[in-house]
């Protein structure tokens, strides 16, 4: 029996599958798109592998980066693209096969986070 979600749905490959799903469906989204001007998305791409595998378990220590007010400072991000957003994620968890119980788990840790992301 695995320990974390992150370890029963198979660590960083699927994680990585995981991601790089999300962010095929974000950027279709001309008023999600606009949020990533001039932002390496592979940089980007890292960066939510890491933030990802968190959500489903893996130590915090693992993640290094800014914290998510710092990381989303003056993007002026709404609270409809922030839905959406984690609605286009929770697709992509569907499209991994991820069962829907962890689906919930990991999108209530998603969702935790707005105050810190959505623009004021």
Do not use: C, W
Not at 40 to 48: D, R
Not at 99 to 120: Q, T, Y
Request: charged share 20%.
């Amino acid at each position: 029996m695995s320990d974390t979600l992150f370890d029963k749905y198979g660590g960083v490959p699927t994680v990585t599958l995981i991601v790089r799903d999300f962010y095929k469906r974000v950027m279709k989204r001309p008023n999600l798109r606009r949020y990533f001007d001039g932002i390496s998305m592979e940089h980007l791409v890292m960066h939510q592998i890491a933030f990802v595998s968190m959500a489903m378990g893996k130590t915090p220590a693992d993640y290094v980066g800014r914290s998510m007010s710092q990381a989303h400072a003056g993007m002026s991000i709404t609270s409809a693209s922030f839905d959406l957003t984690a609605e286009l994620f929770r697709d992509s968890l569907i499209n991994a096969n991820v069962l829907p119980e962890d689906i919930d788990i990991i999108i209530a840790k998603v969702n935790s986070l707005k105050p810190e992301i959505v623009g004021r």
